[in-house]
Nanobody
């Protein structure tokens, strides 16, 4: 059973930076395509970023391009989301998600493409 645990959320001011991490159990992390999603109160869960198994390819939603960076360390079974220039509209619960896949997931922005999810970590950006 794969488990994913996010840490690193918190309360910051607009313009600040924050890094959230997701630690994944098991010895096959390098076989997983990984993504970050977020969900604000009263809104649908939305795609934020995704990364290929070896970290060579990364994908972002338009509103976070240039501000957020997804990365992974396969030796540490961890995926990261570095968030810079945070805005109040980035406030949400952030979830990591994963799917074992030989190739990049074509529909990587769809939540139902992922098999495993963490419990989420709250990120709050004050204005």
């Amino acid at each position: 059973q794969v488990q994913m645990v996010e840490v690193g959320g918190g309360l910051v001011q607009a313009g600040d930076s924050l890094r959230v991490s997701c630690a994944v159990s098991g010895r096959t992390f390098s076989l997983y395509f990984m993504g970050w999603f977020r969900q604000a109160p009263g809104k649908e869960r939305e795609f934020v970023a995704a990364i290929s198994r070896n970290g060579d390819s990364a994908y972002y939603r338009e509103s976070v391009k240039g501000r957020f960076t997804i990365s992974r360390d396969n030796a540490k079974n961890t995926v990261y989301l570095q968030m810079n220039s945070l805005k109040p509209e980035d406030t949400a619960v952030y979830y990591c998600a994963g799917r074992r896949s030989y190739d990049d997931i074509p529909n990587y922005s769809l939540a139902n493409e992922y098999n495993y999810w963490g419990q989420g970590t709250q990120v709050t950006v004050s204005s």
